[in-house]
């Protein structure tokens, strides 16, 4: 639904027309299993708990707002992805989603691969030891000194998303003495069905190298030309958040189209082809992603058909599922803190982060549900806007849900389903310290990314 406009920005305030949002839910005390992490339950008290520790306990001892991480259910989706796929293919978790040195961790003791975009995220996965030949780098425009890094460290391969990055990375290598391992990254003209934002394959936009035009094509004569590069495969990401699977279907249509031209003019049959990410998860009940065997399937019967009329060897696939794994794992624990009525509009409910540590409603126009979960309620629900703290009239959280009537100040409020992309795209917004991630399994919590502090802010501020 489009909003009217001023010079400020949108009207966020703009009153919903009748029916735009659902009817609230028969239960509010329920919890959607498919919004939430695995080990999420309400216990006999009406308190909500995650790996068997409750959400009050760890408010007490790590302090709101918090992203807490269900370790087990981060591992169950990894291996879920990983059995899926099976060992004819790679499974590269999309680092941007969320990266710290214990994700790297679990996935390299999970098995799977690790997609990075910068030299933060390579020196991350570096130093939690995930073994540099399992690393792709992806970026459209990345420095001298991030190539020279990932070939020195002998990153698996390097994703080519330009012209002048062929031969920067040709040269590096050359002079590095190496022969790097490259795919190039083409635009397949696949608009996926997803936010303007986050569409990554129609010719109109920063990412990859068109295959209308004969420019994909012509990127691939000038890789297969130089001794620095490898060229092993080619790459297409053609979104985020997707459910419908016949933008894939298109996209290795096209891809092996290409694949079978490189086999016709140079004789080369290239080994791997990467069909990306941009599996969608469930924000709200009315979201219903696919689960990874099925997304595996899909995938697979998809390119080996293509090949096969192709007369072409099917490659090893590759994907990059990052918020698939990430997304569900994880939820923002906030108190309330003002509560705003408005009478015949909504309730305002004011809570201690916003977007600093969640950007995507005001981005993307995100949708997310939330809970009281501090406590169970019987009162009847009320219409609420979930705002932040910030100085920002677009500073909100969850643009409309129902929450208890009685919710008070200094309840505990949790958005499920902000594993990825929250603590990545977080900010010192009006000079808000950024929330730390709690990892809970089996009973234990524990820091995996510490709360920033006043001091940290003063560091970085030389005067």
Sequence with gaps: MSRSAHPAGPRYADVLPEGHYHAPPADLNALEPKVWAQTVRRNADGVVTVGGIDVTQIAEEFGTPAYVLDEADFRARARAWRTAFGSDADVFYAGKAFLSRAVVRWLHEEGLNLDVCSGGELVTALSAGMPAERIAFHGNNKSEEEIRRAVEAGVGRIVLDSFQEIVRVAHIAQALGKRQRVQIRITVGVEAHTHEFIATAHEDQKFGIPLAGGQAAEAVRRALQLDGLELIGIHSHIGSQIFDMSGFEVAAHRVVGLLKDIRDEHGVELPEIDLGGGLGIAYTSDDDPREPHEIAKALTEIVGRECEAARLRTPRISVEPGRAIVGPTA?????????????????????????????????????????????????????????????????????????????????????????????????????????PVVAVNDGEARVIVRRETEEDLLRLDVG
């Design 331 to 435: 939820f923002t624990l906030y108190e309330v803190g003002t509560i705003k009525p408005l009478d015949g509009l909504r309730t305002y409910v004011s809570v201690d982060g916003g977007m600093s540590d969640n950007i995507r409603t005001a981005l993307y126009d995100a949708e997310y549900s939330v809970a009281l979960v501090s406590r169970a309620s019987d009162a009847e629900p009320m219409l609420a806007r979930v705002v932040g703290k910030h100085c920002e009239s677009g500073d909100i959280v969850v643009r409309d849900a129902f929450l208890p009537a009685d919710l008070a100040p200094g309840d505990l409020i949790a958005v499920p389903a902000t594993g990825a992309y929250c603590r990545s795209m977080a900010s010192n917004y009006n000079h808000v310290l950024r929330p």
